[in-house]
């Protein structure tokens, strides 16, 4: 399952958990309300979860573009060092991307 939809059924986890928890409250059921809790904290955990695992890819993504920057700068190829750059750019916005 990729990161994006391990983050989408977080989102629809947590969501389901606030609804769950607004019944449980508004009629008065303490247990309905406490599943409603845990289910929307464990929508939540999961999409930090993908987002830890995106910003990690981005780490590694930038890393290995910077790398091959700078190769392409020592050895005088501009289209390797171009092609880095935009690899370490991508890795940035991905990381930014899941704050």
């Not at 464990?42 to 995106?54: F, L, M, P, S």
């Amino acid at each position: 399952m990729s990161n994006a939809s391990k983050r989408a059924e977080g989102a629809a986890e947590e969501l389901g958990g606030k609804i769950k928890g607004t019944v449980g409250k508004m009629i008065g059921n303490d247990q309905m309300e406490a599943e409603g809790k845990a289910k929307e904290l464990a929508g939540k955990a999961k999409q930090e979860t993908a987002k830890t695992a995106e910003r990690g890819k981005g780490a590694v993504q930038e890393a290995v573009g910077a790398t091959k920057s700078r190769v392409g700068a020592v050895i005088d190829n501009e289209e390797m060092e171009a092609e880095g750059r935009a690899k370490e750019l991508e890795g940035e916005a991905r990381q930014r991307a899941n704050r």
